[in-house]
């Protein structure tokens, strides 16, 4: 408990005393109100509102610690933590930038990228990636797929061994958490809410209507607002969906992951990343 109470501190700006002496009387049973009322002179006359603040933090950082050593023990066994990764681990605080972390190791059901891997085209995917490098400004793409067509291994074209090796190399990209991490923030900041009231139900109709052509940006819509437009979507009254410049988030990603001159691999890396943001991200 000692590490939490001294970030705990950190982040609240408060002694790490006052802190302390909070956590181990409120795991102790004791309640916020009589922390407030009756400790004064151990918690520093911490407030109810600071108290909660400070016990919910712990809740959060507690259950965010477990998860971090659950998901060590599950990436050590596959013998893929390294140095590098569990530091990430160690020095993440978010639990959805833990998972993010864990995503590229995480068991996965069946997937069209697991399906690829299956028959065999892992090895191509490998191989294109290993071509996508700035020296590189010719290939043969076409050539390289045809020695994976294999009508045993359910490969009948190279085209199909092109689309596998895309799928492989797809799921890579939207595992990335990085990648993530990025695309969550451009969503916040320049993402909008958008809704309509679908045609069956005219004007008036329902208690919706405020949503009947609706815009507001995702970083500063109410909280009342967005539950609105869930409970409507839920009911199958309204279409939601958030509104962006997909093509600053698909430049974003070519300038992240296309690094080749060959021109047929960047088209083939432009239609592999735009098929992984639009099924997968």
Known sequence: MT????????????????????????????SVPFLARYRKEQTGSLDEVQLRDIFERYSYLDELGKRKEKISSEIETQGKLTDELKAKIVNCF???????????????????????????LDPFARWIESNNKPQVANI??????????????????????????????????????????YLREYLFKKGVFVS???????????????????????????????LALYRGENEGILTVDIAFEESEVMGYLELKVISTEAREL???YRGMLKDGFNRLL
């Not at 802190?19 to 409120?26: D, E, G, K, R, T």
């Not at 978010?94 to 995503?103: A, H, P, R, S």
């Not at 190791?105 to 065999?120: D, L, M, N, V």
């Not at 009231?197 to 607002?225: F, Q």
Request: proline share 5%; hydrophobic share 35%; no cysteine.
């Open 266 to 268: 960047r088209e083939f």
């Open 94 to 120: 978010n639990k959805t930038e833990l998972e993010d972390l864990y995503l590229p190791f995480k068991p996965k059901r069946r997937t069209r990228a697991t399906i690829g891997k299956e028959k065999g």
């Open 3 to 30: 590490e939490i109470s001294q970030l705990i501190a950190q982040e609240f700006s408060l002694p790490l005393r006052n802190v302390s002496n909070a956590l181990n009387l409120w795991l102790d049973g004791a």
């Open 140 to 181: 043969a793409l076409i050539a390289e797929a045809d020695k994976y067509v294999s009508a045993k291994q359910g490969v009948e074209t190279a085209e199909q061994a092109l689309a596998g090796a895309a799928d492989i190399l797809a799921e890579q990209v939207a595992d990335n958490a990085e990648t993530r991490a």
């Open 196 to 226: 309509k009231i679908k045609k069956e139900h005219p004007e008036g109709s329902t208690k919706y209507e405020m949503y009947r052509d609706y815009s507001y940006g995702v970083s500063k819509i109410p909280p009342h607002n967005v």
